[in-house]
C-alpha cells in the first residue's frame, strides 16, 4: 500500500512537471523586447485609414454569385473591379477572433503565452499599427476594441462599445449589432461637424476609424453560413460600407483616405471556427482609396485552385497575402512606424505609388524584420555558452552585409524592381531566422521530455513485474542477494555517473541562466534513468522466467497486440472509421475466454451498436431533435426495466439499510423528473429558435438551475455499486442532454451500456464469490 501510494505521488508529480513542460516547448510568446521603430522616410500616401473588419465573413459567400448572376455585395464587387486591388488573406490556427484581430492590426500571430493569462482579455502589452497612429476612433463589439485599448496610456484609442448582452447567437437578426456600428460612425461625423476640436483632430495625417462588424459572425453561429440570414447580412454590410464611404469622401473631400474591407476568420459550414478548414482560414481582402493600385487585368488565375474562375474574377489580378501583412500595409499606407513584432511581409502590390516609394516601403520593412532577428539572436546568445552556440547559417553576419550593400547599390542605380526582389529574399530569411531562434531550444527539451516519459515507463514496468508477478520469486531474491556484493560496486560507479551528469547538466543551465523549470525537465530523465539502471536485475530475472515458462512468445504476441491497439488508437484521430474496427475485434474477445455465452453475446452486441457511431458524420448543423428525446425516453424505459429487475438490486439489496430504498427511490424520480424537463426544454427551445423568436428566458433559467442540480444529486445516493453507478450516469445524462443536437444522446447510453458490460466482464472473471449487487465503495 505504501509502494502505491508513494509511486502515485511521485508519478503524479513528474507528469505534472511534464504537462507544464508542453507551455515551454511550444507555448513562446513571439514579442521582443527593446525594439527600435522604423517608418518609410518618404511622404505617405494616405491622411487617414479606414479598417472594416467583417467578423466571421466567409470568403466565398462575399465573392461568389448569385443564381440570377448578381452580387451580394454589389458595391464590394465594383471596388474590385473599377477602384482596388483584392486578394485571399489566409489566417493561422486558432481561427478565433482575437488572433485574428491582433494579426491585422499589430502583425504578428497568436502570443499562445497569453493561454495561461487569459484568453478573452489581451494580458500582454504589444505594439500595433493603433498605437503608432496619431489618433483612432473605433466602434463594435467591447471584446475586441479592448485587446488595443488596455494600455493605451496615451488614450489613442478612442473606442465606442455596444453591451455585450446585446450579442444574442439565437436572435433573428444580428445584423443589428453592425447596424449600430454604421449608425454611431453617422452620428460621429454629424457631431464632429459642430466641434471645431474633434474637427481639427479628424483632418490630422496618420488617423484611423475601425469598424467592427459583429453582426456576420453572430449570424453565422446562430444559423450557419448558408442560411438566408447571413446572405442578408453580406448585404447589409455591403451598403454600410457604401454609405460609410460616401459620408467620408463629402466630409473630407481630399481624396486622402484608404480603405480595406477584410475579416479575422472564417466560418465552417455548421457555423464554427477556430480550427484549420479553408473555410475558416481564407478570408477577403479588398483595398482601395489612396495609395492603393487599381485594378489590373490578370488573364488567369495565377493561384490554380479555381477560386477566381468560380467567382468570374478571373479577369481582375488578385493578390494573396498572409493575415499578418496587413499590418504593414496599413502602416505604410498612412505613414506611421511598422508594429515592431510584426512578422508581415509587406504586399507592394497592392500599393499604387512610385518604384521608389514600394522599395523604400519595403526596405523599411525588411529592416524591421532585421531588428527583431538579431535581437532574437542576441537573447538566445547571451544564454548559451559559445561552445554550444549554434548560429542560424542562412544569415550569417557577412551574409548580411552582402544583401545591404546589394540593395543600397541597387537602390543607387534607381534599379528599384531588382531591388525589391532582393528585399523580398532578405525578409524570407529574417523570417526563417527568427523561427529558428524562437524555436532554439524546443529540440533539447523534447529530448529531455521524451526520456522522462521513456523512463518513466520503464519504471512502472519494474513495479509491476517487481510486485504484481511471479517473476521476482523467492529463490530468484536469494539468488540477487548473493549477487548483491559483487554488483553493489557496480551500482556504486552508476550513482557516481548520474550525480555527475546532474551536476554538469545543473552547473550548465546555471551558467546559461536557464529558468527555474529547465532545470526539472533536465534533471527527472537523470533521475528516472538512475533509478531504472538500478534495478535492472529485474529486467535480467524477467528476461530469465520468460526462457524458463517459455511464454517468450507469447509475451511478443501480446506486446504486438498492445502496439497494434495504440496504432489504432492514433490512426482513429484521423480516419475515425477505424475505431469501428477496433471495436468489433474487441466484441469477439469475450469468446475466447471463460466467460458464459450470455455475457458474451451482450458484449458483442453492446460493441457492434458502438461501432456504429464513428461511422456517421460528424455532428455540424445537421440537427434531429426527435433523436435527442428519444435518448431521453429510451433512458427512463431502461431504468424502469432495471428498476423492476430484483438480480440488479437497484431497490433493494442485502448491505443497504432500512432507510436506503426510499432515498434512492426519492433520489431515481427525481432524476427522472430532470430527465423529461431537458428532453421539454430542448424541444422548446428547437421550436422557439425556429420561429426566430430566439432563446426563451425561462428556458435559459431553467437549463443553468439542471446544469448546477443534477450533477450534485450524485452526491447524496446510496454507496451500492449498481445505484452509484446508476445516479452518475443519470446526473451526466441530463446536462448532455441539454447540449445534444442529433445522435450524441444514443451514443452516451450505448457507452453506459458498454461500460456497465465491461464491470460484469471483469466481475464473472475475476471468480470472486460476492455479487455484484451486494457490492459497495464503502
Same mark, same amino acid.
Given at each position: 500500500?505504501?509502494v502505491?501510494?508513494?509511486?502515485?505521488?511521485?508519478?503524479?508529480?513528474?507528469?505534472?512537471?511534464?504537462?507544464?513542460?508542453?507551455?515551454?516547448?511550444y507555448?513562446?510568446?513571439?514579442?521582443?523586447?527593446?525594439?527600435p521603430?522604423?517608418?518609410?522616410?518618404?511622404?505617405?500616401?494616405?491622411?487617414?485609414?479606414?479598417?472594416?473588419?467583417?467578423?466571421?465573413?466567409r470568403?466565398?459567400?462575399?465573392?461568389?454569385?448569385?443564381?440570377?448572376?448578381?452580387?451580394?455585395?454589389?458595391?464590394?464587387?465594383?471596388?474590385?473591379?473599377?477602384?482596388? !486591388?483584392?486578394?485571399?488573406?489566409?489566417?493561422?490556427?486558432?481561427?478565433?477572433?482575437?488572433?485574428?484581430?491582433v494579426?491585422?492590426?499589430?502583425?504578428?500571430?497568436?502570443?499562445?503565452?497569453?493561454v495561461? $493569462? /487569459?484568453? +478573452?482579455?489581451?494580458?500582454?502589452?504589444?505594439?500595433?499599427?493603433?498605437?503608432?497612429?496619431?489618433?483612432?476612433?473605433?466602434?463594435? #463589439?467591447?471584446?475586441?476594441?479592448?485587446?488595443?485599448?488596455?494600455g493605451?496610456?496615451?488614450?489613442?484609442?478612442?473606442?465606442?462599445?455596444?453591451?455585450?448582452?446585446?450579442?444574442?447567437?439565437?436572435?433573428?437578426?444580428?445584423?443589428?449589432?453592425?447596424?449600430?456600428?454604421?449608425?454611431?460612425?453617422?452620428?460621429?461625423?454629424?457631431?464632429?461637424?459642430?466641434?471645431?476640436?474633434l474637427?481639427?483632430?479628424?483632418?490630422?495625417?496618420?488617423?484611423?476609424?475601425?469598424? &467592427?462588424?459583429?453582426?456576420?459572425?453572430?449570424?453565422? &453561429?446562430? &444559423?450557419?453560413?448558408?442560411? +438566408?440570414?447571413?446572405?442578408?447580412?453580406?448585404?447589409?454590410?455591403? =451598403? %454600410?460600407? $457604401?454609405?460609410?464611404?460616401?459620408?467620408?469622401?463629402?466630409?473630407?473631400?481630399?481624396?486622402?483616405?484608404?480603405?480595406?474591407?477584410?475579416?479575422?476568420?472564417?466560418? !465552417?459550414?455548421?457555423?464554427?471556427? %477556430?480550427? /484549420?478548414?479553408?473555410?475558416?482560414?481564407?478570408?477577403?481582402?479588398?483595398?482601395?482609396?489612396?495609395?492603393?493600385?487599381?485594378?489590373?487585368?490578370?488573364?488567369?488565375?495565377?493561384?490554380?485552385?479555381?477560386?477566381?474562375?468560380?467567382?468570374? *474574377?478571373?479577369?481582375?489580378?488578385?493578390?494573396?497575402?498572409?493575415?499578418?501583412?496587413?499590418?504593414?500595409?496599413?502602416?505604410?499606407?498612412?505613414?506611421?512606424?511598422?508594429?515592431?513584432?510584426?512578422?508581415?511581409?509587406?504586399?507592394?502590390?497592392?500599393?499604387?505609388?512610385?518604384?521608389?516609394?514600394?522599395?523604400?516601403?519595403?526596405?523599411?520593412?525588411?529592416?524591421?524584420?532585421? #531588428?527583431?532577428?538579431?535581437?532574437?539572436k542576441?537573447?538566445?546568445?547571451?544564454?548559451?555558452?559559445?561552445?554550444?552556440?549554434?548560429?542560424? +547559417?542562412?544569415?550569417?553576419? +557577412?551574409?548580411?552585409?552582402?544583401?545591404?550593400?546589394?540593395?543600397?547599390?541597387?537602390?543607387?542605380?534607381a534599379?528599384?524592381?531588382?531591388?525589391?526582389?532582393?528585399?523580398?529574399?532578405?525578409?524570407?530569411?529574417?523570417?526563417? %531566422?527568427?523561427?529558428?531562434?524562437?524555436?532554439?531550444?524546443?529540440?533539447?527539451?523534447?529530448?529531455?521530455? #521524451?526520456f522522462?516519459?521513456?523512463?518513466?515507463m520503464?519504471?512502472?514496468?519494474?513495479?509491476?513485474l517487481?510486485?504484481?508477478?511471479?517473476?521476482?520469486?523467492?529463490?530468484?531474491?536469494?539468488?540477487?542477494?548473493? =549477487?548483491?556484493?559483487?554488483k553493489?560496486?557496480?551500482?556504486?560507479?552508476?550513482?557516481?555517473?548520474?550525480?555527475a551528469?546532474?551536476?554538469?547538466?545543473?552547473?550548465l543551465?546555471?551558467?546559461?541562466?536557464?529558468?527555474?523549470?529547465?532545470?526539472?525537465?533536465?534533471? @527527472?530523465?537523470v533521475?528516472?534513468?538512475?533509478?531504472?539502471?538500478?534495478?535492472?536485475?529485474?529486467?535480467?530475472?524477467?528476461?530469465?522466467?520468460?526462457?524458463?515458462?517459455?511464454?517468450?512468445?507469447?509475451?511478443?504476441?501480446?506486446?504486438?497486440?498492445?502496439?497494434?491497439?495504440?496504432? *489504432?488508437?492514433?490512426?482513429?484521430?484521423?480516419?475515425? /472509421?477505424?475505431?469501428?474496427?477496433?471495436l *468489433?475485434?474487441?466484441?469477439?474477445?469475450?469468446?475466447?475466454?471463460?466467460?458464459?455465452?450470455?455475457?458474451?453475446?451482450?458484449?458483442?452486441?453492446?460493441?457492434?451498436?458502438l461501432?456504429?457511431?464513428? *461511422?456517421?458524420?460528424?455532428?455540424?448543423?445537421q440537427?434531429?431533435?426527435?433523436?435527442?428525446?428519444?435518448?431521453?425516453?429510451l433512458?427512463?424505459?431502461i431504468?424502469?426495466?432495471?428498476?423492476?429487475?430484483?438480480?440488479?438490486?437497484?431497490?433493494?439489496?442485502?448491505?443497504?439499510?432500512?432507510?436506503?430504498?426510499?432515498?434512492?427511490?426519492?433520489?431515481?424520480?427525481?432524476?427522472i423528473?430532470?430527465?423529461?424537463?431537458?428532453?421539454?426544454?430542448v =424541444?422548446? !427551445?428547437?421550436?422557439? @429558435?425556429?420561429?426566430?423568436?430566439?432563446?426563451?428566458?425561462?428556458?435559459?433559467?431553467?437549463?443553468?438551475?439542471?446544469?448546477?442540480?443534477?450533477?450534485?444529486?450524485?452526491?447524496?445516493?446510496?454507496?451500492?455499486?449498481?445505484?452509484?453507478?446508476?445516479?452518475?450516469?443519470?446526473?451526466?445524462?441530463?446536462?448532455?442532454l441539454?447540449?445534444?443536437?442529433?445522435?450524441?444522446?444514443?451514443?452516451?447510453?450505448t457507452?453506459?451500456?458498454?461500460?456497465?458490460?465491461?464491470i460484469?466482464?471483469?466481475?464473472?472473471?475475476?471468480?470472486?464469490?460476492?455479487?455484484?449487487?451486494?457490492?459497495?465503495?464503502?
Open positions: 500500500m505504501r502505491s501510494v508513494f509511486f502515485a505521488a511521485i508519478g503524479l508529480s513528474v507528469h505534472l512537471v511534464l504537462l507544464i513542460s508542453i507551455f515551454d516547448i507555448f513562446k510568446s513571439p514579442i521582443i523586447h527593446g525594439l521603430s522604423y517608418e518609410v522616410p518618404l511622404s505617405a500616401p494616405a491622411k487617414r485609414l479606414v479598417l472594416f473588419v467583417a467578423d466571421g465573413l470568403t466565398d459567400k462575399l465573392f461568389e454569385l448569385q443564381q440570377n448572376g448578381s452580387s451580394r455585395a454589389p458595391f464590394l464587387r465594383s471596388v474590385i473591379t473599377e477602384k482596388g !486591388t483584392w486578394g485571399i488573406s489566409h489566417t493561422r490556427v486558432p481561427t478565433e477572433s482575437r488572433p485574428g484581430h494579426a491585422l492590426i499589430a502583425g504578428f500571430y497568436e502570443d499562445v503565452s497569453a495561461t $493569462k /487569459g484568453w +478573452k482579455t489581451n494580458p500582454v502589452d504589444f505594439d500595433s499599427v493603433f498605437n503608432r497612429s496619431q489618433q483612432v476612433w473605433a466602434w463594435g #463589439a467591447y471584446d475586441i476594441l479592448h485587446l488595443f485599448t488596455k493605451d496610456h496615451e488614450k489613442r484609442v478612442v473606442a465606442h462599445a455596444y453591451d455585450t448582452g446585446e450579442i444574442d447567437f439565437a436572435d433573428e437578426d444580428a445584423s443589428r449589432l453592425d447596424g449600430w456600428v454604421f449608425e454611431r460612425f453617422e452620428q460621429f461625423l454629424l457631431e464632429s461637424a459642430k466641434n471645431d476640436s474637427t481639427n483632430q479628424l483632418q490630422q495625417d496618420k488617423v484611423i476609424f475601425f469598424l &467592427h462588424l459583429l453582426g456576420l459572425d453572430t449570424n453565422g &453561429h446562430g &444559423h450557419n453560413p448558408d442560411s +438566408k440570414e447571413y446572405y442578408e447580412n453580406i448585404a447589409f454590410v455591403d =451598403r %454600410g460600407i $457604401k454609405r460609410t464611404v460616401k459620408l467620408i469622401e463629402t466630409f473630407f473631400d481630399d481624396g486622402k483616405t484608404a480603405y480595406i474591407c477584410t475579416s479575422d476568420h472564417g466560418m !465552417t459550414d455548421w457555423g464554427n471556427h %477556430g480550427a /484549420g478548414d479553408p473555410t475558416e482560414t481564407e478570408t477577403p481582402l479588398i483595398v482601395w482609396g489612396a495609395g492603393v493600385t487599381h485594378p489590373k487585368l490578370s488573364g488567369k488565375d495565377v493561384y490554380y485552385d479555381g477560386y477566381a474562375e468560380a467567382w468570374n *474574377l478571373t479577369m481582375f489580378r488578385r493578390v494573396d497575402v498572409n493575415q499578418a501583412d496587413v499590418a504593414p500595409l496599413m502602416a505604410v499606407l498612412i505613414g506611421v512606424p511598422i508594429p515592431v513584432n510584426s512578422q508581415g511581409l509587406l504586399p507592394v502590390e497592392y500599393l499604387g505609388t512610385d518604384w521608389h516609394f514600394k522599395s523604400m516601403a519595403l526596405l523599411t520593412n525588411a529592416r524591421q524584420i532585421l #531588428a527583431q532577428y538579431k535581437q532574437q542576441q537573447n538566445v546568445q547571451q544564454r548559451t555558452l559559445s561552445l554550444f552556440f549554434r548560429q542560424y +547559417k542562412e544569415l550569417l553576419p +557577412k551574409r548580411q552585409v552582402e544583401l545591404t550593400d546589394m540593395i543600397d547599390a541597387l537602390l543607387k542605380q534599379r528599384y524592381k531588382e531591388a525589391i526582389q532582393v528585399i523580398q529574399k532578405f525578409i524570407e530569411l529574417s523570417l526563417k %531566422g527568427l523561427t529558428y531562434y524562437q524555436k532554439y531550444d524546443r529540440v533539447t527539451l523534447s529530448i529531455a521530455v #521524451a522522462s516519459f521513456l523512463s518513466w520503464a519504471i512502472g514496468c519494474l513495479l509491476l517487481q510486485f504484481y508477478t511471479g517473476v521476482m520469486s523467492v529463490k530468484s531474491l536469494e539468488s540477487q542477494s548473493h =549477487r548483491d556484493s559483487s553493489r560496486q557496480g551500482k556504486i560507479k552508476l550513482l557516481l555517473c548520474s550525480l551528469v546532474f551536476l554538469f547538466s545543473t552547473i543551465l546555471y551558467v546559461q541562466n536557464a529558468p527555474f523549470m529547465y532545470y526539472l525537465y533536465f534533471s @527527472i530523465p533521475l528516472l534513468g538512475t533509478v531504472t539502471l538500478y534495478q535492472s536485475d529485474v529486467y535480467f530475472e524477467a528476461k530469465k522466467y520468460m526462457r524458463r515458462t517459455e511464454v517468450k512468445m507469447w509475451f511478443l504476441a501480446l506486446g504486438l497486440l498492445a502496439a497494434s491497439g495504440l496504432e *489504432l488508437l492514433v490512426i482513429a484521430f484521423f480516419y475515425r /472509421g477505424v475505431m469501428s474496427v477496433g *468489433l475485434f474487441i466484441g469477439m474477445w469475450p469468446f475466447t475466454t471463460t466467460l458464459s455465452k450470455k455475457t458474451s453475446i451482450m458484449w458483442l452486441a453492446g460493441c457492434i451498436v461501432s456504429i457511431f464513428p *461511422l456517421l458524420p460528424v455532428v455540424g448543423r440537427q434531429n431533435y426527435t433523436l435527442v428525446t428519444l435518448a431521453g425516453w433512458s427512463i424505459v431504468l424502469g426495466y432495471c428498476a423492476r429487475r430484483p438480480e440488479l438490486g437497484l431497490v433493494r439489496n442485502s448491505r443497504q439499510t432500512a432507510k436506503e430504498p426510499q432515498r434512492v427511490v426519492v433520489i431515481t424520480v427525481i432524476q423528473i430532470l430527465i423529461w424537463v431537458a428532453i421539454t426544454i =424541444r422548446s !427551445t428547437a421550436d422557439s @429558435i425556429e420561429r426566430k423568436a430566439g432563446l426563451p428566458l425561462v428556458n435559459q433559467g431553467l437549463s443553468w438551475i439542471l446544469l448546477v442540480v443534477s450533477p450534485m444529486l450524485c452526491l447524496f445516493s446510496s454507496t451500492s455499486l449498481f445505484n452509484r453507478l446508476q445516479n452518475i450516469m443519470l446526473s451526466l445524462l441530463v446536462p448532455f441539454l447540449t445534444c443536437i442529433s445522435y450524441e444522446g444514443l451514443f452516451f447510453l457507452l453506459c451500456f458498454v461500460m456497465f458490460l465491461w460484469c466482464i471483469e466481475h464473472e472473471l475475476s471468480g470472486s464469490p460476492h455479487r455484484l449487487q451486494d457490492m459497495t465503495f464503502e
